[in-house]
Every structure is written in C-alpha cells, then in structure tokens.
C-alpha cells in the first residue's frame, strides 16, 4: 500500500500546484490518448499498408467491371462509385485528426496561460513582501509558473508526432486505392504508370498520385 500511496501522493502535489491549468492539460491528454489508441486499434482492425487494406475496394473495382460488360455501365460511372466509396473510406480514417490537430495546438497555448498567471502571481507575492524582498519567494513562484508550459508542451509533442504518423499512413493507403483501381480498371494504363519507358499517349486511367507523374 506504500508504494501506491507514495505516487498518488506524489501526483496530487502536482495536480495542487499546477492547478486548474494543470487539471485542464491532464484532461486533454487523456482524451488524446484515447484517440491515438483508437486509430491505432481502426489502422490495425483495417490493415492498413497491407494488401488486404484495398481488398473491399479491389473487389468492388471488379464486380462493377464484370457489370460492365454485361451492361452498358459506363466507365464514368464506375469510376463515380469508386470514388464515393473510396473518400467514404478515407474520410472514416481521417476521422479524429481534427480532434488531435486541436489539442496539439492549443496545449503549449493552455500551458502559456497558466505561465502568464503563475508569473503575475509570483509579482503580486514580492510586492506584499514589501522591504523584505526574498528571493526565494520569485523564483519559487517562476519554476511553478514554468510548471505548467512544460505540460503543454508535454501533451503537445506526442499529439503532434501521434497525428503526423496517422496523416502519412493516410496517405499511403489512399495512393495504394488509386493504384489498385488503376491496376483493375486499366491494367495497360497501369503498367505504362510502372514502366517511365511506355507511350505517355494512354489516357482514362484511374488519378495516380500527383508526385509519380
């Protein structure tokens, strides 16, 4: 039982001298934590940067173009019902990252305020001292006032770093739909994007990232 006790003692001296500010950054960074735990938990369910994480896709891209020949679907059209799934796909990824984008940016903010507060606190206290200035009473009341920046930019960093990581693996997988659907619908189209040496004269293939042209 000491050994608990010892750390949550510990913890709400923390939480006593930060204060409200401190309570507030605490809060977001459960939340925080909360969401990337999430987004891993759906990247990992989804397979995302595996071949099975286009596999809905793939075998959409290739019932509508059995369809199509057997009908008279266009290929506009089938390209229209793989887009809507596709952004329904990639929307449903991106879901949360406002979430973490908001508090990686209004953490160190949060943390500065309680640092601006602390600071006019830790005047007010040398200015009731009157003649007996001490020193200690200023530079105990900067460090506490400090306290609370360093939170901020304690939760902001992984939030930060955590949603980066998220957006590239985004980003990643939406360029391997455009591949896969390119390799479906046109496979003659989608050697020539692979092969730089192939006629640059083929057109209708599925958008391929911007930075491969």
């Known amino acids: 039982m000491t050994l608990l006790e010892d750390p949550i003692a510990r913890f709400r001296d923390f939480i006593d001298i930060g204060g409200p500010v401190v ?15 999430f987004k891993l938990w759906q990247f990992s369910s989804l397979r995302l940067g595996t071949q099975k994480g286009v596999h809905s896709l793939e075998m959409l891209a290739v019932r509508l173009k059995r369809q199509s020949a057997e009908s008279n679907l266009a290929r506009t059209d089938i ?7 596709a952004n329904a796909q990639i929307k449903a990824l991106q879901r949360g990252f406002r979430v973490l984008d908001t508090i990686a940016q209004i953490a160190p903010l949060i943390g500065l305020f309680g640092t601006v507060l602390g600071m006019i606190t830790a005047f007010q206290a040398l200015q009731q001292s009157g003649n007996n200035v001490d020193p200690s009473i200023l530079a105990g009341g900067i460090w506490v006032a400090l306290l609370t920046t360093a939170v901020g930019l304690a939760v902001a960093m992984p939030t930060s770093i955590a949603l980066t990581y998220f957006e590239s693996r985004v980003d990643r997988h939406q360029q391997a739909i455009e591949m896969a659907v390119t390799r479906i619908l046109n496979p003659v189209a989608h050697h020539s994007y692979q092969d730089p040496r192939a006629s640059a004269s083929m057109t209708g293939a599925w958008p391929v990232p911007a930075d491969a042209a």
């Open 23 to 37: 309570m507030l950054l605490l809060f977001l960074s459960v939340i925080a934590v909360a969401m990337i735990l």
């Open 79 to 85: 390209e229209d019902v793989l887009a809507v799934n």
